[in-house]
């Protein structure tokens, strides 16, 4: 007769024992490198301003790697300003980008949802007009300098893409802030989006790297939310698509 032993025994389970330590939390910090220059993102730093640049730099960064710029100058008579946050020049279209964040740190996530999404909104706006400003700057032909003083020379042959980009769109009602985009493509002839950071990586996917495929992707984006009339676009490549 078979005799199952194992059934009859009760060995005593492994055990491992693991020391567990809490500290404090030290995040890390990334640095990207370009050509002749780098940014560097930490998500803990108190200037979230600063940091929501430095990503989207970073992110444009194999795109457009030697014509981006952050924090380019423009000339106006005899006083000198920023133009924009970061600028991307290419023979296929220019982007201007103003970036607008959520000040989490500074509030110690202690505002009301209802008052974070009102500050969205006004700085989105805010961004709308400080690209009003950049975009006849430009078809002024005032001089363009960079952060170094390098003199820029802009080609103003196409149409140029002002881009707003926050922290984060939430899924409310940005009616007012669409009709703003709008109105200021009425008044200079260019192209206006607002999105945040998470669209701008998933249409820079979208377009795999290449400038020229980046613009086409913001256009036909662009398209479609004036069709649709809102801002509450997520793009998202189609299968098998070549763009």
């Given amino acids: 007769m078979y005799e199952n032993s194992t059934a009859e025994k009760n060995p ?11 500290v404090d939390w030290h995040p890390n910090f990334l ?15 108190p200037d979230e301003g600063g940091m929501l640049e430095n990503s989207v730099w970073a992110a444009l960064s194999s795109v457009y790697p030697a014509q981006l710029y952050k924090s380019p100058a ?9 133009l924009t946050d970061v600028l991307a020049l290419s023979s296929h279209g220019n ?18 949802h209802a008052r974070r999404v009102s500050g969205v909104k006004k700085q989105a706006l805010k961004g709308g007009t400080q690209l009003v400003g950049a975009a006849k700057a430009l078809r002024r032909n005032c001089k363009i300098s960079s952060s170094e003083g390098k003199v820029l020379n802009v080609d103003l042959s196409d149409k140029l893409h002002c881009v707003v980009i926050v922290s984060e769109l939430f899924a409310e009602n940005w009616d007012e802030v669409y009709e703003a985009a709008a109105s ?11 999105i945040d950071y998470r669209e701008l990586v998933a249409v820079l996917k979208i377009a795999r790297g290449r ?6 992707v913001l256009t036909k984006r662009l398209e479609h939310v004036l069709r649709q009339q809102t801002l509450n676009v997520r793009s998202r490549q ?5 763009v």
């Fill in 12 to 22: 005593e389970l492994a055990a491992v024992k693991i020391p567990v330590k809490l």
């Fill in 31 to 45: 640095s990207y490198v370009g050509i002749g220059t780098y940014q560097t993102v930490q998500v803990d730093h």
């Fill in 74 to 82: 423009v000339e106006n008579g005899e006083k000198t300003r920023e």
């Fill in 95 to 112: 982007v201007l980008i103003e970036t607008k964040d959520l000040a989490m740190l500074a509030s110690k996530g202690s505002r009301a």
């Fill in 184 to 194: 200021a493509m009425r008044e200079t002839g260019e192209l206006f989006h607002v």
């Fill in 211 to 216: 400038d020229g495929t980046l613009q086409t």
């Fill in 238 to 242: 189609a299968p098998n698509s070549s």
